[in-house]
């Protein structure tokens, strides 16, 4: 949001405090209605006059009053997303962000209401915010599925897509088949799930359910049986090496931080290509016993 935008926007829009409230007080959003309320709507001349303002003086003044004179509509619009369980606070404040755009680009050349051109402003911007919201999950990045979330406030829309009925019917209606419809929309309908909520058949929480990162029993047994084995042929093997060829294995390849050959033939007082040729007899004689 610019500075402009940010000026455009009503104190009373700014985030509410998450401090609970008592009974009977007033929540954020009562208080945000019984204020807005208390603000005149535009008629058509008012609306005009101040466009005017606002589109050849860029008056600050009269942006924000076209601002607050179609909050009214903001918050219808926002009402009719309720259903997807989000705060309606949130859903207002995302609408007036599009409502001010609006603002921005709105040509009064062309004849027609601020909230006509504006209304297309609020709700993709509304979309935006529950398609971001809905789940951690990313989704509603192409076209298509941008098009099935909006079209899913719709009754006929919601049936297909919750109870499957009428779900070609619907589907023809975005040129793709009832089972891609089927698809997109479930994605919309299923929200995040707390693994610390308690599971559908009890007995504890969803993590218990979930299934466990190690291997079973008995293959954990094998496993160590077969490393017990691979350990012992490698003990054998390396006892039928001379001590230089096994000092020369174990810190070459045995060890966390292996030597070089040049460390090594220091040590040794050898060549450096001598250390190689004894490093790779030693593997070849090791191969052999171990297989």
Known sequence: ???????????????????????GELSPLDMWYRELRQIPKLDREEEAELTKKWVKEKDLQAAQRLLMG???AVAAIAREYRHFGLPEMDLIQEG????????????????????????????????DYILKSWSIVKMGT??????????????????????????????NEYGISGSEFQNIASSFLQRDMSLDSESEEGGGSMVMALPSPDLPPEEQIINADWNKHQSNILHDAMAELSDRDRLIIT?????????????????LGISIERVRQLEARAMKKLRASMT
Do not use: C
């Not at 402009?4 to 985030?15: F, H, N, R, V, W």
């Not at 062309?110 to 051109?117: A, K, N, V």
């Not at 899913?152 to 779900?167: S, V």
């Open 1 to 23: 949001m610019n500075k402009e935008q940010q000026t455009l926007l009503p104190a009373t829009l700014d985030k509410a405090s998450l401090k609970p409230y008592a009974r």
């Open 70 to 72: 179609n909050l009214h």
């Open 96 to 127: 007036t962000i599009g409502l001010m755009k609006a603002i921005h680009r709105f040509d009064p050349d062309r004849g027609f209401r601020l909230m006509t051109y504006a209304s297309w402003w609020v709700r993709a911007a509304i979309h």
């Open 142 to 171: 192409n076209k298509m599925q941008r098009r099935v979330f909006s079209g899913l406030k719709k009754a006929k829309h919601a049936i297909a897509a919750i109870e499957g009925r009428l779900d070609e019917e619907v589907a």
């Open 251 to 267: 810190r070459r390849h045995l060890s966390e931080e292996p030597d070089t050959l040049k460390d090594l033939a220091e040590e």
